[in-house]
């Protein structure tokens, strides 16, 4: 049988570099090529039958690990702050960080991370796009206030932003000065039209087939509407990946560390996405439903015990 190489990539935006080492070591090959799915068939060629990759995770990492799944024997993808740690060294440049990366895949010593499927990432994409419309709407929406109070305009702070008022705002106000109503106008049409893509957006997520089951699951619990659990399905992904309960805080990013009893500030190696969507969900009214007289204690009952285990 053929011996395992081992590969290690540094990728950037425009250029790949590469080593390649056998089981001992020893160097097979060492360069660098473009970003290009063509130049990675043809480097691809050139490699031994059997060969394992590794690359840390970057923006530009997510296309290579597509492309390269089918072909490779191994691929995995390493934490850039672990990896940092680890193979850490005084001379850095790109092709001795590709041969840290393999080092660390051959003996391994590789802080390998969560590498969601093809179809979550795509969707995951979608839902963070939305995020990126909304804090467009909130920055379009105070532009729109700080233009009125720049200018001394008196208005009524709940209904600014209702279609009917901001129409009546401007046609009857005559305090309203001429040189910011076409700015006013701008922007509620960039608010329109960022709330109508938006919409647009979330639809077509709720409607996915591949979501659509976890989805209905995940709002039957008090105060997960849509975007929550959109949020969940897609940032945390499979939840198997946990080893424990802790380990999914950590990385929701909803507890501190502890040092000698006291309650450290909250890490920032957490997922922000689905952090912010937590915080603001545990921010929301609950109603609260008077628990039956026949249950005596605080263990749910075995129906939504198994029930809660497949969200």
């Known amino acids: 049988m053929t011996s395992m190489n081992y590969i290690g990539l540094d990728v950037h935006k425009k250029t790949i570099s ?68 680890i193979a850490a060294a005084k001379k850095k440049n790109d092709q001795i960080d590709a041969s840290k990366i393999e080092d660390c895949l051959r003996c391994d010593f590789l802080p390998e991370c969560h590498m969601m499927p093809a179809a979550i990432r795509d969707r995951r994409r979608t839902l963070r796009y939305r995020h990126l419309l909304v804090r467009q709407m909130v920055r379009m929406k105070n532009r729109v206030s700080g233009l009125l109070m720049e200018t001394g305009v008196e208005y009524n702070k709940q209904r600014l932003h209702e279609v ?54 995940l709002r039957t619990v008090p105060g997960v509407g849509p975007i929550t659990a959109l949020t969940w399905a897609l940032e945390i992904g499979d939840v198997s990946r946990f080893r424990t309960i802790k380990h999914a805080i950590s990385y929701c990013g909803l507890c501190g560390d502890e040092h000698k009893a006291m309650r450290m500030p909250l890490s920032k190696q957490r997922n922000k996405h689905i952090q912010r969507v937590l915080v603001e969900a545990a921010k929301l009214p609950i109603p609260f439903t008077a628990r039956p007289l026949h249950c005596h204690s605080d263990v749910a009952p075995a129906s939504t015990l198994e029930h809660t285990r497949g969200l």
């Open 164 to 217: 009917s008022y901001f129409r009546e705002l401007l046609s009857e106000n005559e305090e309203v000065p001429s040189s910011i109503r076409p700015l006013l106008k701008l922007s509620r049409e960039t608010i329109e039209r960022c709330q109508r893509t938006e919409y647009a957006l979330v639809s077509s997520l709720r409607r996915d087939p591949v979501l659509a089951d976890r989805i209905t699951r």
């Open 18 to 85: 590469y080593c390649v080492k056998d089981a001992s070591g020893r160097v097979q090959q060492e360069g660098r090529i473009r970003s290009t799915r063509r130049e990675l068939d043809c480097w691809m060629k050139t490699l031994p039958q059997r060969w394992s990759v590794a690359m840390e995770a970057t923006i530009f990492s997510g296309w290579i690990y597509d492309y390269l799944l089918p072909r490779a024997t191994q691929i995995k993808v390493a934490h850039p702050l672990m990896l940092r740690a």
